[in-house]
């Protein structure tokens, strides 16, 4: 299949899916070569459903699910689904925005390796997924606060893990930042400019030319 082929083929996707699902989509569109599709939060189940069992699409694979954080749009999360028809080579990518503390359909009935999908994105971000059925904590410790891929998370943390060993188990502890009080023996080279055997050659002056 040549390029302009490959393109007028995401383009009557694209066509085939705002005919289809009219009302629950507001856009879908080759974007960069790419075809992205906007939906509706509370249609997702159905976009998905659509998009898998029309013969005309056929995106049978769920290959990957993720959120991302715009914290200056009101509605802050997106969701994303990236699927692949293997019988027609075609990739899609559909987005879902969302608010804080407003909750996804989950797509696990339709698309079941979205389970651990969607709690990674719980996990993450705090996106809340209505219907998942185990929705809990995937990367992170079960005590753990906060959701660390959202952009107003600080970059520290807000507590360190380590383990006691008078207490024989994990403690958690308020983060220490003694900054202040921190040697830099620069023996790393990430800690500042070290001068290496031979370097003082290169910062000495250069000897003058005869003559000048």
Not at 49 to 67: A, E, M, N, V, Y
Not at 68 to 93: G, I, K, T
Not at 163 to 168: L, R, S, T, V
Not at 197 to 203: L, R
Request: proline share 7%.
């Amino acid at each position: 299949m040549t390029d302009a082929a490959f393109l007028q083929a995401l383009r009557d996707a694209a066509d085939v899916i705002r005919a289809a699902l009219t009302q629950a989509v507001t856009s879908a569109e080759v974007v960069r070569d790419e075809l992205i599709v906007t939906a509706k939060r509370d249609d997702i189940v159905r976009v998905l459903l659509i998009l898998r069992d029309d013969p005309r699409l056929s995106f049978s694979q769920l290959s990957d699910l993720l959120g991302a954080d715009y914290p200056d749009r009101p509605e802050r999360f997106e969701v994303v689904y990236n699927l692949l028809s293997m019988s027609r080579n075609q990739r899609c990518r559909v987005k879902v925005a969302a608010a804080a503390g407003d909750a996804v359909p989950s797509v696990v009935s339709i698309h079941p390796c979205a389970n651990w999908f969607e709690r990674e994105v719980w996990d993450m971000y705090g996106v809340f997924f209505s219907d998942h059925p185990d929705l809990r904590r995937i990367l992170t410790d079960y005590g753990f606060e906060g959701h660390p891929q959202r952009k107003d998370f600080p970059l520290t943390g807000y507590v360190e893990v380590r383990y006691d060993e008078n207490q024989k188990r994990v403690i958690y502890e308020p983060v220490k930042l003694a900054q202040d009080f921190r040697s830099f023996d620069f023996l790393s080279p990430w800690e500042g400019i070290r001068l290496l055997p031979g370097d003082e050659k290169a910062a000495a002056p250069a000897p003058a030319k005869p003559g000048a």
